[in-house]
């Protein structure tokens, strides 16, 4: 046990922190993130300058791009970046879940076309598999890929879809066999977001902004070389796409609520805190330390034994609840300042547009209710409630 | 970065496990022939010259064990107060000792000797007269010394704040080995119990609670091991940060405790309310850990002074020592 950085790691550290010093611009940083923010060609830019220091995919293997880096150092990448409030990579589907999908279930060639460009944000990705029938319920979906002539036809519809709009290809989950239900039938495609037939609608969220879209299929044309595993086995590779989309947030999420806990406590310095108000601080700095040592242990079982530990299924359940409380405790430190609206509220509407975001925490990428159930059932090994 | 145990360790918790399962009630004696009571002292006096993160695994094992003796007030409280030869008796397990350094002084019917708080020092108490109080968790005594005389001066006053954090860091594994064990329970009477026709584990009014309850206490036990790491590093004055990890680990594992055994006894229902099941002295051990030493909210406070009221830097969090004796 030593919690200190290695020599080497306390050296990627440093070569970093200066990188990121160097190269991150003052309107990009504090960027709130959110794909509705990511359109601008300085976003591209700022992801294609990570690409090219070889921050890009560090856990990658070299031959598709990657880094070849260890677990470590993307935790490292992930707190650094978060703590200098700098904008993480463009392709945020791409490289936590179709980039890892597809090197686990992809054929050479699909491996050789897309995981390049996902790297050096030329091509954007968008995930399509949240329906308006099948919600926390994935196994419920309807949209149809039906087998005509060497390639498939996909009707149906998506919802809940970041980056959509800005999307080259959709890592999408059909199904195949009309007959089958559940888990079984199904099947994982790559959609080219340009085919015809093809339609994004952006979706109006709480916040006033629109960082996820509706996604309309009307007789899409998809080859079948763009098929991902088999014909019948989406759920096994749709798994995969989840055990990477919460395995690798954690160190990131952390360290985004370090920096809210950081600010929490300087809006309590400029504008005073009461006893209870203190307290509720305190409380919040102790979690958020918390979070830190548990995605830690995490980390170091993952890179001692290959597989993670049960501590890492808790990671963004904490995270989620947390950032609620936090944003929600810096609105009431504001005071009747809380009610302003953006434009004329103090530090430029920050808390609110936090705390109206931070309601999506405990709803995108696994309901609180659905990690619950998983804690339950596969690390406590309670009876499937289902 | 490191955060798994050695193999050593992994081998000491298993040893503690199996020993504390087949002797629930060790004698001092016996504990200092395992090397448990020598742990951290050096090896020219007897001990193991091994550090807080060994001592620290056994204080969750005690914990999961509800043990009852002296280890805590000999060990967490008093070891960095003794010099050389003392330590050389408690690790050959001749003494035990306790701290008084507030009005209620634990272990005050197992421990053999005395130590005090006085001035600008710690002295050996002699020929002080013990009451030994009742306590709701009768595995962890608590009593009052009055009279006696300051013999041997120990230690200056300075290692107070080493005490303090080794203290707090202990009281916080151990928190975190009885909520272990109580969740335990739980987790196997929602397996097995059916009510309804099912076991009640498949309804979520249940699941969902045990699933925060191992929630807090992974988040506790983080919190702990990171603490406990700190103060290891206290001696080699590497780390600066024992002082904030332990108030903030003991803040929140104490609460955490108190949190899963009673979720655990709400899952048990009627049996999880009586004085034949364990869980009840678990419960009241958990209890006594978030009244010892400084509450949750008295930790917080000064958690809360260390980040908002910090003078300079903003990141001052580290720096900030804590007292031994608030609350007490």
């Known amino acids: 046990m030593d919690l200190r950085d290695t020599a080497e790691e306390a050296a990627f550290r440093r070569e970093l922190r200066s990188w990121i ?75 936590g879940m179709a980039g890892p999908t597809i090197m686990a ?58 980056f959509a709009h800005l999307a080259s290809f959709c890592i999408l989950l059909t199904r195949s066999d009309p007959e089958s239900t559940r888990h079984a039938g199904l099947t994982y495609l790559i ?135 936090v944003t929600k405790l810096a609105l009431e430190l504001l005071g009747p300042d809380a009610a302003l609206g953006e434009e004329n509220a103090p530090y430029g509407g920050y808390w609110q547009h936090q705390q109206l975001r931070s309601r999506g925490n405990t709803i995108e990428a696994g309901t609180s209710e659905v990690l619950r159930n998983i804690v339950a059932e596969r690390v406590l090994g309670l009876p499937k409630s289902r | 970065m490191d955060f798994t145990f050695t193999p050593e360790q992994d ?81 050959a397990g001749d003494t035990s000792w306790t ?9 005050l019917d197992l421990a053999d000797r ?14 002080a007269e013990r009451e030994v109080l009742a306590t709701s968790d009768v595995t962890r005594s608590l009593g009052v010394v009055r009279g006696g005389d300051p013999g041997r001066r120990l230690a200056d006053a300075g290692v107070l704040e080493e005490i303090r954090s080794r203290s707090l860091a202990a009281l916080a594994i151990e928190a975190c080995g009885l909520a272990r064990r109580a969740l335990e329970y739980a987790i196997e009477h929602a397996q097995t119990r059916e009510q309804f026709g099912r076991p009640i584990g498949v309804y979520q009014a249940v699941s969902h609670p045990l699933a925060d309850a191992y929630t807090r206490l992974e988040l506790a036990r983080s919190l702990s091991l990171w603490a406990a790491w700190c103060v290891a590093q206290e001696g080699a004055q590497s ?27 709400q899952v048990h229902g009627g049996i999880g309310f009586t004085w034949e099941h364990v869980l009840h002295r678990l419960y009241k051990r958990a209890l006594w850990i978030e009244s010892f030493a400084a509450s949750s909210t008295t930790l917080r406070a000064e958690v809360a002074a260390s980040l908002l009221d910090a003078t300079g830097s903003g990141s001052g969090v580290s720096q900030t020592p804590v007292s031994l004796t608030q609350g007490g």
């Open chain 1, 191 to 325: 959609v080219d977001m340009h085919a015809p037939g093809v339609e994004v609608r952006p979706l109006t969220q709480i916040t006033g902004e629109a960082e996820f879209n509706e996604i309309f299929f009307d007789k899409v044309r998809v080859p079948a070389e763009n098929l991902l595993g088999d014909i019948g086995g989406g759920w096994q590779v749709a798994m995969t796409t989840l055990l990477h989309e919460r395995g690798t947030l954690g160190f990131a999420l952390q360290a985004a609520l370090e920096v809210q806990v950081r600010k929490v406590a300087a809006l309590a310095r400029d504008r005073g805190a009461d006893p209870l108000q203190r307290d509720r601080i305190a409380s919040e700095w102790i979690e958020m330390q918390a979070l830190r040592f548990t995605n830690y242990r995490a980390l170091s079982k993952l890179v001692k034994t290959g597989m993670p530990g049960p501590e890492g299924s808790i990671s963004k359940l904490v995270w989620s609840e947390a950032n609620q409380r």
């Open chain 2, 99 to 107: 701290l008084a350094f507030g009005p209620l002084v634990p272990d």
């Open chain 2, 239 to 265: 780390d600066q940060q024992a002082p904030i990890a332990a108030a903030a680990a003991k803040a929140f594992a104490a609460e955490a405790a108190v949190q899963v055994c009673e979720t655990a006894i």
């Open chain 2, 11 to 91: 081998a000491l918790r298993e040893q503690a496990r199996a020993f504390l399962a087949a002797n629930p009630e060790p004698s001092w004696k016996e504990l200092a022939e395992l090397g448990w009571t020598g742990v951290s002292v050096a090896e020219e006096d007897g001990g193991a010259g091994l550090t807080f993160v060994e001592e620290a695994v056994l204080f969750e094992e005690l914990g999961r064990a509800l043990y009852r003796g002296p280890y805590f007030s000999t060990v967490a409280l008093a070891l960095p107060a003794l010099p050389g030869d003392l330590r050389a008796e408690v690790a």
């Open chain 1, 105 to 162: 279930h992809g054929s050479e060639e699909q491996k050789t076309r897309y995981l390049e460009p996902i790297l050096s944000a030329e091509e954007i990705w968008c995930q399509g598999f949240s329906e308006p029938g099948a919600g926390s319920d994935l196994a419920g979906v309807r949209t149809s890929a039906r087998q005509e002539n060497g390639h498939f036809v996909v009707d149906g519809q998506k919802v809940w879809s970041s």
């Open chain 2, 114 to 127: 005395i130590a005090i708080v006085g001035g600008d020092g710690i002295y050996e108490l002699e020929g």
């Open chain 1, 21 to 95: 010093e160097e190269n991150l611009s003052e309107e990009l940083q504090g960027h709130r993130g959110g794909a509705a923010r990511f359109e601008g060609p300085e976003m591209r830019a700022w992801s294609r300058a990570l690409h090219d220091a070889g921050y890009a995919g560090l856990t990658w293997p070299t031959e598709y791009g990657g880094t070849g880096a260890s677990y470590t150092h993307q935790a490292i990448f992930l707190e650094e970046m978060a703590r200098a409030e700098a904008p993480p990579h463009v392709g945020v589907i791409g490289l």
